[in-house]
């Protein structure tokens, strides 16, 4: 999709440049962990930025997304005014088996005892 002019397109990183400790540092933040559960429930493209319910302002939220897309777990587009979002779980999977089966249980949302 061609830009639209109003901002930079955001740069990837492609899973298979990211060091395991690089994805671990992503999925360990409580805000970002919450950005991936919701994307790993949703159609890719179907959730724009603005449309997650986390308790972090606009600024903060468009850190945790660069944080996602330097650790190789979500790709982002511009469509129009939005910027929409897709979990990159092939390619992520394909790098780190298991990682994000692990990470998107309902258990894995439990305090350790």
């Known amino acids: 999709m061609p830009p639209t ?3 930079p397109a955001p740069e990837h ?7 395991v400790l690089t994805a671990l540092a992503a999925l360990a933040d409580p805000v970002r962990l919450t950005l991936v ?3 790993a429930g949703s159609d890719d493209w179907t959730r724009a930025c603005g449309s997650f319910d986390v308790p972090v302002g606009k ?4 850190h945790h997304f660069a944080v996602l897309r330097a650790a190789g777990l979500v790709e982002q587009r511009d469509q129009g005014p939005k910027r929409v979002n897709r979990l990159r779980r092939p390619e992520f999977d394909t790098r780190f088996p298991g990682l994000l089966d ?3 249980r309902p258990d894995a949302a439990a305090a350790p005892a």
């Open 13 to 19: 990183t492609h899973p298979d440049e990211v060091p």
């Open 37 to 39: 559960r919701e994307l």
């Open 102 to 104: 692990l990470v998107l």
């Open 5 to 7: 002019g109003h901002r």
């Open 59 to 62: 600024a903060a939220l468009s």
